[in-house]
Every structure is written in C-alpha cells, then in structure tokens.
C-alpha cells in the first residue's frame, strides 16, 4: 500500500507519524516532544494541513534547546502532514539562533504564525515541499538521497563554552582514564580536542592522543593511558567538533590555568550557587551577550563566597571577585578556585560609600587598581574602554 493510500486511511497523528516511518522504511527512531526522531533528521507531523514554515517554527524550537544543552541536532529536518512534506538542511536555519531580537516561545507548540513569519526570511527559501498525491514517489527518493549525503552538525568549541566542554569531557572521558591524576586532565583534554581524529591540529603538546588502530590512547610523561570504557568517548565526540577554529585555539590553550575540575561538594557554607545554575547562568550569558563575551568583558562579582559562580568562566584574568569575609578569600586560595583571577575581601554595601551615599574608591583603596580605572574609564566613555558585567548572586 502507497503513503497516500495510508495517509488518507490515517484517524488521527499517530497514524500520520506511522504511514511516514513505513512508508520511509524508519527502523532507529523514538517519538517525544520531536514527534519523530533519528540521528540523521527530526520531524515535525501534524493530521490536519498545516503550512510547512508554521511546522518548521515548531520544529526549531527544540533544535535550539538541544543546542542550548550541548547535545547533538541532526543534519536534516523534515516536517508531515497528510498531504505534503518539506525537507531542509539544518545548517541552513542556524542563523535564525544569532538573531537576538528573536523572541522565543516558551515551548515548541506555542510557536505561533506572528513567530513563524518572523523566522521565514531565514528558511523559507530552503526547504522544498513534495505534495504527497503529486510527488509520493520523488519525496521518497529525495530522503533517502538526503539521508545518505546529509553530515552530523556537531557544536564547536569556543572560548565561551570551554568551561561546559571540559566539564562534560571529564565526566565522560576524564573519569575512564585510570590513574589520571586530575591536575592532569586538562593536559589530556586539550590533547583530545586539538585533534581531528587522524592527526594532531597542533604540534608540542604536554600531552599526545594516540591510536591503536581505532582505540583512542592518550600519552602523557611517558606513561599511555587507556579508556576502561569507549562509549563516553564516542558520546562525547558525536556532539562537539574537533579541532576548534584556528582563530581560537591559542587563546584556549592559554586558558589552561582554569581547568581544574570541579566538585560541588567542595563548596562549604550556607551561601553558595548550585552547579547546575551556575550552567544555565552562562547558557543565558552566551545566548544575551554574544561570542566572546568573556573575552570583551571584564566580571566583577561583588559577593563571590568561595567563587562557585565563577568556576565555569573560561578567561580568569578578566575575573574580579570580592567578598565580605575574608576566611573565603583563604578556601579559594587553597582550592585554588579561579586561580588567576583578582580575589580580594570587599564590602559593597558599606566600603566607600561617603557620608552623602556617594561613592569614593579613595576611602578604602581596596578595589584594585585596574577595576577602578576600567570602570573610569566606562564612565567617560573613554574609546576602547572594557565593558563590565557585574554577575552576582547576594545571599537574600
């Protein structure tokens, strides 16, 4: 039986979603808030006609939210009804994520036409519909054709998620390497990452990635490290891209200094931020602020604590962290949390505040230096001045 006899038979979504997998030969897939879903492409279905650009709206709602989170989005997308299907490459829509005057709806089905319109200047010129009484046939051979030339759209890696990056390596591979002393991991990391798989992007690393045959190995003073388990490994490297850009690979190497892992247990006292809110923290951050943000501005987090807020920074040197008492200055120094970073005990409230409530620096002289003159100079507008970003959370 033909996808249009199935179709017109099809009482509800369900069987709209079923005449497309056997009528597509689907055998991998799962159905959830992508109504169907592959490695290789994601659809949206809908029972009634709906138009396609409104179903792609939807659709793109939740390749944002994978990419929001580090996981991996496929090459393609499609969208289904009952009478007609669209193809496009997910490459194509990626744009649309850069426009930050894009309001984004709180989920995929409040994606509605005002918000579809918006995002047709994007895509509209590059996804192809096949009416399905018309071109059953030619939509069937397109997708397959499509899913035998389409490549796996893997996220890149930045100095902005550097932090994020390194944190899941170690989770993943980091922990696999048995007798890895953790000092060491940022050493292997950055071995693994400035690597495309068969040769080495840059050359006189502390540390090498090897291969026996198609088992990673990593080298490290002498002594080969084996994973106890591949599949993290595989898991990690189907999401991101290797190696990063060339533009970026030596500013990421020299923030080495900042990879240290991190365990949340570490983090004593009554105030302190959570790891995961600390993460979606930085996802808004790179999202508002844009690329290179924590290269263009400098931090000052007035109420640091013990600096937990700041662990997923990638670029410590542009890093001020004050805090009311002193005793957290001592846990950060030991733990060397944010190690290159400008830590110094400060009240916000109270220190150098003259008596008419205005601010003097002078009174105290304990804000450094090159944060009082940045933040003159923002105030004069002066040219080239750095912008500043206060990112605190006060424990009230």
Known sequence: MSLIDDLAKAKSEEDVKDAYIKALGLKQYTKGLVDIQTLEIWFESKDAPTAPILMFAQLLFYVRDARRKGESIPP???????????????????????????????????????????????????????????????????????????????????PDNLRQVFDKWVERIGRELDGVAESDYALLFFADIMHDGKKA??????????????????????????????????????????????????????????????????????FYTPLHIVDKAYEWLNMTLGRNWQKNYLVWDMCCGVGNLEVKHSNHRNLFMSTLDAADIDVMLASRTCAAATRFQYDYLNDDVDALGQIDYSLSNKLPLELRTAIADFKAKKKGAKKILVLINPPY
């Open 76 to 158: 393609l997308l499609a969208v289904i009804d009952r009478e007609k299907a669209a193809i496009m490459e997910t490459a194509k829509a990626l744009p649309i994520f850069d426009d930050k005057s894009l309001e984004w709806p709180k989920s995929g089905s409040k994606a509605d036409t005002k918000f579809a319109a918006k995002i047709a200047p994007y895509i509209e010129a590059h996804f192809v519909v096949y009416p399905i009484k018309e071109g059953e046939k030619l939509f069937i051979e397109a997708f397959k054709q499509a899913i035998q030339n389409g490549r796996p759209i893997r996220t890149p890696i930045t």
């Open 201 to 270: 992007a840059m050359e006189n690393l502390p540390a090498r990635l090897l291969h026996d045959g198609e088992k990673p190995l990593f080298l490290l003073n002498g002594v080969t490290y084996e994973l106890a388990s591949e599949r993290g490994y595989r898991q990690f490297w189907a999401i991101y891209h290797r190696p990063p850009e060339a533009e970026h690979r030596a500013y990421l190497l020299e923030r080495r200094d900042s990879l240290l892992p991190v365990d949340e247990r570490s983090f004593k006292g009554a």
